[in-house]
């Protein structure tokens, strides 16, 4: 079973998710980044599925991102 996020856990994986779709598709637009007829972006693909980022004792949770 897995555990609930705390708050400051759900939103890092949040603003990971919108920063990742940002620096990928700086144009805005859907064409920049996806396949054609293809409806989502890198974040979308994975959105919901968490992985972790350590930096020394710090840890943040972050969601993962899809690459080719």
């Given amino acids: 079973m897995q555990r609930s996020q705390t708050q ?3 939103q890092t994986q949040v ?5 990742s779709e940002v620096l990928t598709n700086p ?3 859907h ?4 396949a054609p007829g ?10 919901g599925r968490a992985g972790q980022i350590t930096v020394g004792r ?3 949770t972050v969601q993962l991102t899809y690459t080719k």
């Fill in 15 to 19: 603003a990971s998710h919108q920063l």
């Fill in 38 to 47: 293809d409806p989502h972006r890198n974040g979308d693909i994975c959105n």
């Fill in 58 to 60: 710090n840890a943040w």
């Fill in 31 to 34: 064409e920049a980044w996806i």
């Fill in 27 to 29: 144009k805005g637009i």
């Fill in 8 to 10: 400051e856990e759900r």
